[in-house]
């Protein structure tokens, strides 16, 4: 994707939120996080972010609890889950995308491209 996003990332693991961001601020994106669902509610609101990485393990609030409640304020909010431990169902209610940990740029990069309607995602 060419054009800068305003993306949100949320997980309670520093190293990777840090790693996230830094990816895709490489990339030329305007990149905000949040340690948790409490915090990543209280950044949102709708048309403020383009796209929105949860983690889905998450102390409190899980990543599919925090895409619902984002999907109600904002229902064509785009909201990609990155898990580790997660479910293993490719399909998660609220969510646009589900990809593994760890993840790299071109992951990233491809999630984007996919909830964009740019490209299919390869399994």
């Not at 305003?6 to 790693?19: A, F, G, Q, S, T």
């Not at 948790?36 to 409190?60: H, I, Q, W």
């Not at 064509?76 to 293993?88: A, E, L, S, Y």
Request: net charge negative; aromatic share 6%; charged share 25%.
């Amino acid at each position: 994707m060419s054009r800068k996003l305003k993306i949100l990332v949320v997980d309670d693991e520093e190293i990777v939120r840090n790693c996230i961001r830094g990816l895709l601020s490489y990339e030329g994106h305007d990149v905000q996080t949040a340690v948790n669902a409490e915090t990543a509610l209280a950044l949102f609101s709708p048309d403020r972010f383009d796209v929105v990485f949860v983690d889905y393990s998450m102390p409190g609030m899980k990543g599919d609890e925090l895409a619902s409640a984002l999907k109600a304020r904002a229902p064509q909010q785009r909201i990609i889950m990155i898990t580790g431990n997660g479910p293993v169902r490719k399909s998660v209610p609220g969510v646009d995308l589900v990809i593994d940990k760890p993840v790299v740029l071109r992951d990233l990069q491809d999630a984007i491209a996919f909830v964009f309607g740019e490209k299919s995602f390869a399994e």
